[in-house]
């Protein structure tokens, strides 16, 4: 039962990460991508929570925690990149 | 449970990001494209139960990368102003 | 115990749901700015949700998905906050549905007064 709807889950967020891969091949700008960057590494988090659930480890935690912290250093290097303003 | 499909799938998706980095037009791009085929690899090392290898692909083939290269295209736009 | 997991795995259920109105919104809204509204909202709102259900389901895994969601909640407004302000600052073009650009008239006001024209005589 709980398995069910979280593979229902897991399939809804493929579904998101497939989206927004559209949104990247059209997007006409550098800056819409980056939208799309910051997006998928959202929807990471909770894949990578989910996965944690399937194989019942709770180290897999610790990967989401680093990923969202250096993701967000990325997004904003990026946006000081178009800005002009890095270094 | 059995999580060969989520491999597939990451692996198809994987893919198509790996090709739009090879056929981008701009240099940014490509390094975007570049950081989210690493994203999807850490995601893959732990459906493969490596979560080490996960570890380490996201800190440095994600994060760090992507950094280091930005860093070094805009020192390149810098000098080629000048 | 039984009612407790089926409850956290709707919520989780709940957050995909958000999860893929925020990237249907990428992909639905006009302009550079309501992407960002739509991308950013939405997938926080889906994540704090998602984590949270699969608290209820673990209860403990509580306590590291609970530094999680703060994380989640402090840093995912801000770097969309910086893309947008930068997105702003290079003059990316806005939708024809657009009415008010606020920074736009603080900006044009900044160089009237510094022109020592009135921007209330041109209305």
Known sequence: MINTILTIATVLIFISFILSGYRFFKGPDTANRTVTFDVMTISSIGLIALIAHFANRIIYLDIAIVYGLL?????????????KELF | MNMTWIALIIG??????????????????????????????????????????????????????????????????????? | METIEIIGALITLAG?????????????????????????????????????????????????????????LLTNPISSHILARSAHYIKTPVSKLTKVDKLKDKETEKTSEANHTNPEDEL
């Open chain 1, 71 to 83: 993701s967000f250093m990325a997004v904003i290097i990026i946006a000081k990149y178009l800005e």
């Open chain 2, 12 to 82: 198809l998706i994987m893919l198509i990001m790996a090709f739009a980095a090879i056929y981008a037009k701009k240099l940014a791009v490509a390094i975007i494209a570049a950081g989210v085929v690493s994203l999807l690899a850490s995601i893959l090392y732990l459906t493969l139960a490596a979560p080490d290898v996960a570890m380490t692909e996201a800190a440095i083939g994600s994060g760090l990368s992507t950094i280091i290269f930005f860093y070094a295209i805009n020192k390149i736009r810098k000098q080629s102003h000048d």
């Open chain 3, 16 to 72: 995909s749901i958000f999860l893929v109105l925020g990237s249907l919104g990428l992909v639905r809204m006009p302009d550079l700015y309501t992407r960002i509204q739509a991308g950013t909202k939405a997938s926080t709102l889906g994540t704090i949700l998602t984590l949270f259900g699969l608290g209820l389901i673990h209860l403990d895994w509580m306590g590291k998905l609970i530094i999680l969601i703060l994380f989640v």
